[in-house]
């Protein structure tokens, strides 16, 4: 019976032990998706001004239709060049910052119009 007071309550301890961790994975589970959201967001915003550059339209005015441009963490149309199949533009998206945390950088991604 000894034996069996002195390991009352072991499981909670372990438990509350392991919440921090579980918490942390959780968190860093969030980011992952997070900027895996914003990538797929820069890739279409990118395929659309191609597009648009293909057929002659603006492609800042279509990339600003699909995600935000202005302000200091708005999207920034980087490249506009000629590639192999037709006009190829490069969108940059600040990456998501975790809350209160440091920025992550940026996320670019890159389309090419096909002909």
Known sequence: MKCADRQRGQ???E?????????????????ILAA?????????????GARAAAVGDLPREAV??????????????IELKDGEAG????????????????SLGWLRAEAEAGQ
């Open 15 to 31: 438990l509350l032990a392991l919440v921090p961790a579980l918490l942390l994975l959780g968190l860093i589970c969030w980011q």
């Open 64 to 77: 600003g239709r699909v995600v935000r441009m202005d302000g200091p963490q708005g999207a920034r149309l």
């Open 36 to 48: 895996a959201a914003t990538w797929l967001n820069a890739a279409g915003a990118a395929r659309v």
């Open 87 to 102: 006009p190829r533009v490069r969108v940059s998206i600040p990456a998501p910052r975790p809350a209160g945390g440091p």
């Open 11 to 13: 499981a909670g301890a």
